[in-house]
């Protein structure tokens, strides 16, 4: 079975301040890990993945991830937000598992204030 | 990456009526998935929806309520049947590329009274 744990249901930062969202994964499989985005009443978009190579992974929007499978997490990071970062973000993980499917964590709220 | 439509991309629905959502996708996939995002919440897979053969439903949902159709490699419907307000929600179809990037429809907004 797999599973996602996003630490952090909201996250309030000030605009140009950095920002690390947190997710932990398990999985009794291999994985492939995911970060996406969605903006206020838009569907979802991929923001990063993770399949393999290079732990670091880098993004859209100057964001990026770092695969760390001893503690088997996969936060997610941007040194410097916007406004207009300001969304949900869901950290997802993809195993197979008798079929290929995606889990969901429960969301981050990024708020960028000015 | 898949273009991927929706139809209605939103409705209200009166109690024990259905509703058939449609998803066109704008090349063939072999994966196409129906999620639920309910208010404030993540995404819940529904089901897979299996072109040809029936559909792969997850623990809580069913066909009786949840019946999907997938006639194609590029089109799939999901009907909510016999709704309650507890149905109103975002669902939204999608598509998992070979690397199993999920592509996502706009989502269609149900609100149940």
Redesign the interface.
Known sequence: AQSVTQLDSQVPVFEEAPVELRCNYSSSVSV?L?W?VQYPN?????LL?Y?SGSTLVKGINGFEAEFNKSQTSFHLRKPSVHISDTAEY?C?V?GYTG?????????TRLFVKA | SAVISQKPSRDICQRGTSLTIQCQVDSQVTMMFWYRQQPGQSLTLIATANQGSEATYESGFVIDKFPISRPNLTFSTLTVSNMSPEDSSIYLCSVSSVEETQYFGPGTRLLVL
């Open positions: 492939y995911f996406y838009q569907g979802l978009q991929l993945k399949l869901f997802a993809s079929g290929f499917k995606t889990i969901f964590g429960a969301g």
